[in-house]
């Protein structure tokens, strides 16, 4: 029974998709605004989308969007966070280190 019970519960871990949001501004330059931000969190959506399928679900929101999740203080963009845990802030989006947490939630571990 009790194994039938972690079986359960590991199916329905990985039938919910790990959220992750990415939190960005548009950068602006003499030509008008950039969405380079906006464009590595879509090439990194892709990525994570041909690794882990439906088993990921990834978001975008510039910082005044509207329904942008809170920003932790002191925080710096790009914010990444992972089932509403910040993984990182500032410097780069990385695509390894989102893979890692991911692979680590599905596993039942996390950071």
Request: proline content about 7%; glycine content about 8%; hydrophobic content about 45%.
């Amino acid at each position: 029974m009790l194994r039938y019970l972690w079986f359960e519960l590991r199916m329905r871990q990985m039938s919910i998709p790990v959220l992750v949001q990415i939190i960005g501004a548009p950068i602006a330059c003499s030509d008008g605004l950039k969405a380079s931000w906006r464009e590595v969190a879509s090439w990194a959506a892709g990525q994570l989308k041909t690794h882990f399928g439906a088993e990921v679900n990834v978001q975008y929101y510039d910082l005044f969007d509207a329904g942008c999740p809170p920003i932790p203080p002191g925080a710096q963009l790009p914010l990444v966070l992972v089932n509403s845990t910040v993984l990182s802030n500032g410097g780069k989006i990385s695509v390894p280190l989102i893979r890692k947490q991911v692979d680590a939630l599905r596993a039942g571990v996390s950071k």
